[in-house]
């Protein structure tokens, strides 16, 4: 909410959730992409409709994303107080972006990344629970 005086987020990103081949950068296909939970019927009718287009088989990836979220500050010192928090919460990559016009917290964390091998069919597909 940007309800406070004091700060407000320009932007925040829930976090993406995405399955894709792995073609090569640039090269690969989305089959889901999703900022909210993908459901397990989801993302096994994904997997069905890509082994129809790919009968053989090619290696995708279930990639994970965390927060991002933007949060324009009132001053340096209060940019300061959020951007410790968020460091002792565990967003390490956390920094601050002082321009002319804003003073914005940037808060994240690649360590809660995940970026995980799936396949349509065979061992490294995803079960039904």
């Known amino acids: 909410s940007n309800s406070n005086e004091r700060e407000y987020d320009t932007s925040d990103i829930e976090g993406e959730r995405a399955i894709t081949s792995n073609s090569g950068k640039g090269q690969g296909t989305w089959l889901i992409s999703s900022h909210a939970t993908i459901e397990a019927d989801q993302l096994l009718g994904a997997l069905d409709a890509h082994s129809n287009i790919f009968p053989s088989g090619n290696a995708l990836?279930?990639?994970?994303?965390?927060?991002?979220?933007?949060?324009?500050a009132s001053n340096i010192s209060r940019a300061?107080?959020?951007?410790?928090?968020?460091?002792?919460?565990?967003?390490?990559?956390?920094?601050?972006?002082?321009?002319?016009k804003r003073i914005t917290v940037a808060i994240r964390s690649h360590s809660l990344s995940l970026t995980i091998?799936?396949?349509?069919?065979g061992s490294l597909r995803p079960g039904n629970d």
């Open 61 to 72: 990836m279930l990639k994970h994303e965390p927060l991002l979220l933007h949060i324009a």
């Open 80 to 100: 300061r107080q959020l951007l410790t928090i968020a460091c002792n919460l565990g967003f390490r990559e956390s920094g601050l972006v002082v321009t002319p």
């Open 117 to 121: 091998p799936i396949a349509s069919s």
